[in-house]
C-alpha cells in the first residue's frame, strides 16, 4: 500500500473530501464532471510538478470556497516503521505560492520525489505522440523522475541556466562574454546530467519493452534524438561557438531543450506519429506498464489512470490489471460504471463520486 488517509479541502469541486481504507487497486465510479479526475489531480500534486493537468494553482481553488486549497496523505514506505504524511497547500493570500510540509515541517516540493513515485495517464495524453517535443521531453522527465528523484533538481538548474542565456542573448547590447562563459558552464554540466538520466531511462525502459511478453499491447521502440553534444566539455564548446546564431535567434538552439524522443511501431517500422489513434493509445499503456517495472522500489509507487479501461476490449483489461498487480505499484483508476472493472472490484476500494462528495461502495 502506498498511499492512506487522504483529504482535499477546497480542492476544484471538492470541499471536504477524505480518503480511508485504500488498497492496491481504487476505482472512483461517478458521472462525467463528478470530480474523478479532481482527485487523481490532487494526488499528482504530491509530486513535484504542475500536476497532471498543467494547471495553475489559483484554478485549482474551489469557487466559493477561501481562494486556497489544501491535500494531505499518509505514506507507508517499504522501510519506514511509521507512515510519513505529505501535504500541499496553497494560501489564500498567497494564492500563487504553492508550500509543502513533510512530517508537519517546511519542505521544498522537490522533497515529495524522496518518499513518493507518481505517474499518470489520462486522455489528454493520447496525442501525445502527434503534439509537441516539449510534451514529448516533459513525459520523458516525469519518467526518469519517478526512477531517480533528484531529476527534478538537475532539471531546474538547466532551466534556470537557460532562461538567463536567453536573456543575456535578447539584451541589445553585446553580454559580457565572462557572464555568458559561467552560463554556459552551468548550462553544460546540468545539461550533460539531464541528458544522461533520460537517456539511461530510456535505454532501460526500451529493453523492458523487449522483454515484455505480451501480446496485448503493441511494443514501441523508443530512442532519444539530441540537438547539439550530450557531453560536457563538448556542449560547452558548442555553446559558445553558436552564441552568434543564438543571439540572431532571440534563444538557445541546442540543448538537451531541444532533446527529441522518437517511438516507432516495432511490428510495422512506422513512426508512432503515423499509427492509428488505437495503436498509439495501446504503445502509450505499454509503455507506461513495462516503466512500472523499473520505478525505484525503495519508494511507494503510484499510478493514476484516467478512464483508461472502459476504452480497452476484456482481454486488454485483464491484461492490464495483471500487470498491474505484478508491479506492485497503487493504482488509482477513474470510470463512469464498475462494469469494466468487475475482476477486481473483489479486492479493490471504490468510492461513488458525485458532486464533489464520495461515498465508499
Do not use: C
Amino acid at each position: 500500500m502506498a498511499l492512506d488517509r487522504i483529504s482535499l479541502q477546497d480542492f476544484r469541486n471538492h470541499a471536504a473530501t477524505a480518503l480511508d481504507g485504500t488498497a492496491q487497486f481504487n476505482l472512483l465510479v461517478g458521472a462525467n464532471g463528478a470530480g474523478k479526475t479532481n482527485v487523481l489531480e490532487a494526488l499528482s500534486l504530491l509530486a513535484p510538478g504542475r500536476g497532471l493537468r498543467r494547471a495553475k494553482l489559483p484554478e485549482m481553488a474551489r469557487n466559493g470556497g477561501t481562494g486556497g486549497f489544501a491535500i494531505g496523505a499518509e505514506v507507508h514506505a517499504l522501510d519506514a516503521p511509521e507512515p510519513v504524511r505529505l501535504g500541499t497547500s496553497v494560501e489564500p493570500a498567497r494564492p500563487t505560492r504553492r508550500r509543502v510540509r513533510i512530517n508537519g515541517a517546511e519542505a521544498s516540493a522537490l522533497g515529495l520525489s524522496e518518499w513518493l513515485s507518481v505517474r499518470w495517464l489520462t486522455p489528454a495524453m493520447d496525442g501525445l505522440f502527434t503534439d509537441s517535443a516539449g510534451a514529448r521531453r516533459r513525459f520523458v522527465d516525469r519518467l526518469v523522475l519517478a526512477t531517480i528523484p533528484g531529476h527534478a533538481t538537475i532539471a531546474n538548474r538547466y532551466e534556470a541556466a537557460l532562461r538567463e542565456r536567453n536573456r543575456l542573448l535578447a539584451d541589445e547590447l553585446a553580454p559580457d562574454p565572462r557572464w555568458l562563459d559561467a552560463l554556459e558552464a552551468k548550462l553544460a554540466e546540468h545539461g550533460a546530467a539531464l541528458a544522461a538520466n533520460r537517456r539511461q531511462l530510456i535505454e532501460r525502459l526500451d529493453a523492458a519493452l523487449l522483454a515484455q511478453d505480451d501480446t496485448h499491447f503493441p511494443r514501441p521502440t523508443l530512442a532519444l534524438e539530441p540537438v547539439g553534444p550530450e557531453e560536457r566539455d563538448a556542449l560547452a564548446k558548442a555553446l559558445h561557438g553558436n552564441r552568434g546564431a543564438d543571439r540572431r535567434a532571440g534563444r538557445t538552439l541546442i540543448g538537451p531543450h531541444r532533446m527529441e524522443l522518437a517511438v516507432t511501431l516495432a511490428s510495422k517500422g512506422v513512426a508512432a506519429a503515423h499509427s492509428s489513434t488505437g495503436e498509439q493509445k495501446a504503445m502509450l499503456i505499454a509503455i507506461v506498464l513495462a516503466h512500472g517495472s523499473l520505478a525505484a522500489k525503495d519508494r511507494a509507487g503510484v499510478l493514476l489512470l484516467d478512464e483508461v479501461a472502459a476504452h480497452l476490449d476484456p482481454d486488454r483489461r485483464a491484461a492490464l490489471f495483471d500487470r498491474i498487480e505484478a508491479n506492485g505499484e497503487q493504482v488509482w483508476m477513474t470510470g463512469t460504471e464498475r462494469a469494466p472493472f468487475d475482476a477486481i472490484l473483489a479486492r479493490a476500494a471504490v468510492w461513488d463520486v458525485s458532486g464533489g462528495t464520495l461515498r465508499r461502495i
